[in-house]
């Protein structure tokens, strides 16, 4: 997920937050949420690539249930129940560590099986004047930073992988040519509502080039 936050003061908090029923396990800017507890198995792994400077902290816990600006609101009769196993007590903090106006967050996810003690899979930022991304388990997803809509660009995926789902967004409408270590891959159309291609393809330097806006 990429989101961008622009505010007109600079000393404004802004953070990126995950909410969860079990405490969080962080370690640097990688957090792990378990849900195997009442019969569940599940596991969600974030990796935060964006702000490169954040700080990801655990918030909850008792005494500080849903906890926001200091105040916990552990009460679960505000969701017309007496209890419930499904509220979410926790959550994950992303923060900047310097305050500027603008601050991008870009984290990469991925689920299984909690029991698994499999090791964590790595996500690869991918980063470029105008766009942000990541490579994780065989995919690839790219954002624009900015407004307008792009109609060219260039990045490069490391790896020795030969077969990636890539994901592209925030393209103008149209038609355009993939191209791959200086040979055209594949041709894809972006439309005006969706903005985004998708193709499979192997690791290496892309450039990705509107060939019609009409198309």
């Not at 008792?62 to 499904?86: I, M, Q, W, Y």
Request: hydrophobic share 35%; glycine share 8%.
């Amino acid at each position: 997920t990429m989101d961008k936050i622009t505010s007109s003061n600079k000393n404004f908090d802004k953070y990126w937050i995950m909410h969860s029923q079990q405490q969080p396990e962080i370690n640097g800017k990688i957090s792990v949420i378990k849900r195997d507890t009442e019969g569940y198995n599940g596991m969600l792994v974030n990796q935060t690539l964006y702000p490169s400077n954040a700080t990801v902290t655990a918030v909850g816990g008792e005494g500080h249930e849903n906890e926001f600006n200091g105040v916990a609101l552990p009460d679960p009769s505000r969701f017309g129940k007496t209890s419930c196993e499904e509220i979410s007590t926790w959550r994950i903090d992303v923060r900047p560590s310097v305050k500027t106006e603008t601050d991008y967050f870009l984290n990469a996810m991925y689920v299984g099986d909690a029991d698994k003690n499999l090791p964590i899979q790595n996500a690869e930022l991918i980063e470029t004047d105008s766009m942000l991304g990541a490579k994780l388990l065989g995919r690839v997803a790219m954002f624009a930073k900015d407004a307008p809509k792009l109609t060219s660009q260039t990045f490069t995926v490391n790896g020795d992988d030969s077969a990636l789902s890539f994901v592209i967004t925030g393209l103008d409408k149209g038609s355009y040519d993939v191209s791959v270590n200086g040979s055209s891959l594949t041709s894809q159309i972006a439309t005006e509502e969706g903005g985004a291609i998708y193709f499979t393809g192997p690791a290496g330097e892309y450039t990705i080039s509107r060939t019609d806006e009409n198309a």
